[in-house]
T-cell receptor
Framework: GAVVSQHPSRVICKSGTSVKIECRSL??????MFWYRQFPKQSLMLMAT?????????EQGVEKDKFLINHASLTLSTLTVTSAHPEDSSFYIC?????????????FGSGTQLSVL | GNSVTQMEGPVTLSEEAFLTINCTYT??????LFWYVQYPGEGLQLLLK?????DKGSNKGFEATYRKETTSFHLEKGSVQVSDSAVYFC???????????FGKGTRLSVIA
C-alpha cells in the first residue's frame, strides 16, 4: 500500500538552531500535504496545508516565518522549524493526500519527536 | 468549533479482554467520523470510519457506531490481542475538503 516516509524520527537540538523535517510519498503523488503537531497530552493540531507548487496555508496561531513549509514536488514536503526554542518541542506528523478517482485517501508519516534544549 | 474528546489513557488490558475507548464530538452539521491507529514506529492508519448517523464502521474486529443523539463514536473490540497495542485517535471531518480534527489519542497496552 501507499507509504509516507518521514525523517528524522527523533531530533534533539540546541535552542536557536533550525531543524528540517522531510516527508516523502513513496509510491504515489501527493498533491496536498498536511503538517500536524501534538504537544504532550494534547490533540493532534493541524499547523498548515500545502499544495504542490504554491504557498502553504497556515492555521490561526501558527507563525509562517517560524515554520517554513516547502512543497516543491509531488512527492516531497519539508517543514523547517527556524530558530527553535524549547516551547517548539513537540511531536510533528505529516500527512499526504492521494486522490483516487472520485475519492481520496490520507496517509500519515510516523512522526518526528523534536526536543529543543 | 469542531472538536473531539476521547478518553484519557493509557489503557492497559489483559489479552482477550473487552475494549471500549470513548469518543464524543462537537461539530456543526453532519461530520464524518474516523478512528485511526498508530502502531509503534509507524504512521497513523485509518482503522474504520462512518459517514452518517447509525452507520457502523468495522475492521479487524473493531467496531464503532455513529450515534448522533449522543454525539459519540465509541471504539469497541470484543477480545483484544497483544498486537492491538497502539495509540488510537478519534477524528472528525466536517466535509470533503476540510482537514481532519483529532482527539488527543489513547494509548492501549495489551499484556499477555
Amino acid at each position: 500500500g501507499a507509504v509516507v516516509s518521514q525523517h528524522p524520527s527523533r531530533v534533539i537540538c540546541k535552542s536557536g538552531t533550525s531543524v528540517k523535517i522531510e516527508c516523502r510519498s513513496l509510491d504515489f503523488q501527493a498533491t496536498t500535504m498536511f503538517w500536524y503537531r501534538q504537544f504532550p497530552k494534547q490533540s493532534l493540531m493541524l499547523m498548515a496545508t500545502s499544495n504542490e507548487g504554491s504557498k502553504a496555508t497556515y492555521e490561526q496561531g501558527v507563525e509562517k516565518d517560524k515554520f517554513l513549509i516547502n512543497h516543491a514536488s509531488l512527492t516531497l514536503s519539508t517543514l523547517t522549524v527556524t530558530s527553535a526554542h524549547p516551547e517548539d518541542s513537540s511531536f510533528y506528523i505529516c500527512s499526504a493526500r492521494e486522490r483516487q478517482g472520485g475519492g481520496e485517501k490520507l496517509f500519515f508519516g510516523s512522526g518526528t519527536q523534536l526536543s529543543v534544549l | 468549533g469542531n472538536s473531539v474528546t476521547q478518553m484519557e489513557g493509557p489503557v492497559t488490558l489483559s489479552e482477550e479482554a473487552f475494549l471500549t475507548i470513548n469518543c464524543t464530538y462537537t461539530a456543526t452539521g453532519y461530520p464524518s467520523l474516523f478512528w485511526y491507529v498508530q502502531y509503534p514506529g509507524e504512521g497513523l492508519q485509518l482503522l474504520l470510519k462512518a459517514t452518517k448517523a447509525d452507520d457502523k464502521g468495522s475492521n479487524k474486529g473493531f467496531e464503532a457506531t455513529y450515534r448522533k443523539e449522543t454525539t459519540s463514536f465509541h471504539l469497541e473490540k470484543g477480545s483484544v490481542q497483544v498486537s492491538d497495542s497502539a495509540v488510537y485517535f478519534c477524528a472528525l471531518r466536517r466535509s470533503g475538503n476540510t482537514p481532519l480534527v483529532f482527539g488527543k489519542g489513547t494509548r492501549l497496552s495489551v499484556i499477555a
